[in-house]
């Protein structure tokens, strides 16, 4: 599976930008699709993540209500709206995948290059 992301830039404080994540490659194994950060000098988070082939969905508390996953299976891309956007959502965005019969605790294990995202204030 590769998988390349997009959509990153600079925006002001309360602005809104949406990141893509084009998939390729053997999508039907993929179950989970998420969207990490690192800002610097900070480990890496997960965002966002939804089941490729429903609906379910989960955030970090970071993000509630300010962001939005979705994904266009027929398109076999994956979506991250970012609304209300604050200096310190400021990191580099990846989208990542996490195969089939993994545990729900387990390691995602394709991702994609990473597109920044700079909040300035």
């Known amino acids: 599976v590769q998988l390349q992301a997009s959509g990153g830039g600079l925006v002001q404080a309360g602005g809104s930008l949406r990141l ?6 053997r999508i039907s194994n993929i179950y989970v699709m998420g969207w990490f950060r690192q800002a610097p000098g900070k ?21 509630k209500g300010r962001f939005t996953i979705s994904r266009d299976n027929a ?28 545990p729900s605790d387990g390691p995602f294990h394709y991702w994609g290059q990473g597109t920044q995202v700079t909040v300035s204030s």
């Open 43 to 63: 480990e890496r988070e997960i965002v966002a993540s939804i089941i490729w082939s429903g609906y379910v969905t989960n955030y970090a508390d970071s993000v």
């Open 75 to 102: 398109e076999n891309t994956l979506y991250l709206q970012m609304n209300s956007l604050k200096p310190e959502d400021t990191a580099v965005y990846y989208c990542a995948a996490r195969r089939r019969f993994t």
């Open 20 to 25: 893509s994540c084009s998939a390729s490659g």
